[in-house]
């Protein structure tokens, strides 16, 4: 199963014949796998990896770290899944370190990043401190690298 799963986080769109074929499965087999991923809730979905630099889009990625106050018999998870269900948040974490919340959030732009902190995520009684991050480049997200200049191997030869 971990050899499926690998497959499908580095090239979901592979044709599942050539995929059977390197994991040496056969298809109704691999697609029965692959099912039952999906039904038990380890797969939830598949995703593309967008290069911003080429999409045309003002929108801006801010990762925010949070400092919250446990809930007494909810611990952190009652507060991350309120988060969480901001239309914003594309990702939530419960992390280990200075803060609790790791949060990536997508906007429209800058000022609808800042107003997100300011009157959603600040507002919330729990939370006590954010610090925001903006994306400028992405290197490599996913596995997958954005900006790869091949260089040579050779060293270079002057006369």
């Not at 994991?23 to 029965?32: E, H, K, Q, T, Y």
């Not at 609790?100 to 939370?127: C, G, H, P, W, Y």
Request: aromatic content about 6%; proline content about 3%.
């Amino acid at each position: 199963m971990e050899a499926i799963i690998d497959l499908l986080q580095k090239n979901a769109l592979m044709p599942r014949e050539e995929m059977a074929k390197l994991l040496g499965m056969s298809r109704p087999d691999l697609d029965a796998a692959i099912a039952r991923l999906e039904a038990d809730g380890v797969i939830l979905g598949y995703q593309a990896v967008v290069n911003h630099e080429k999409w045309d889009t003002e929108n801006v990625t801010a990762v925010i770290e949070v400092k919250i106050t446990p809930e007494r018999d909810g611990g952190f998870d009652r507060i991350a899944s309120r988060i969480a269900r901001f239309d914003e948040v594309q990702s939530c974490y419960l992390v280990s370190g200075g803060y609790d919340l790791l949060i990536i959030v997508e906007a429209r732009n800058l000022r609808a990043a800042a107003s997100f902190v300011a009157e959603k995520l600040s507002t919330i009684d729990a939370v006590q401190s954010t610090a925001t991050h903006f994306r400028l480049k992405t290197y490599k997200e996913n596995g997958t690298f954005h900006l790869f200049e091949p260089t040579s191997e050779r060293l270079s030869v002057s006369p």
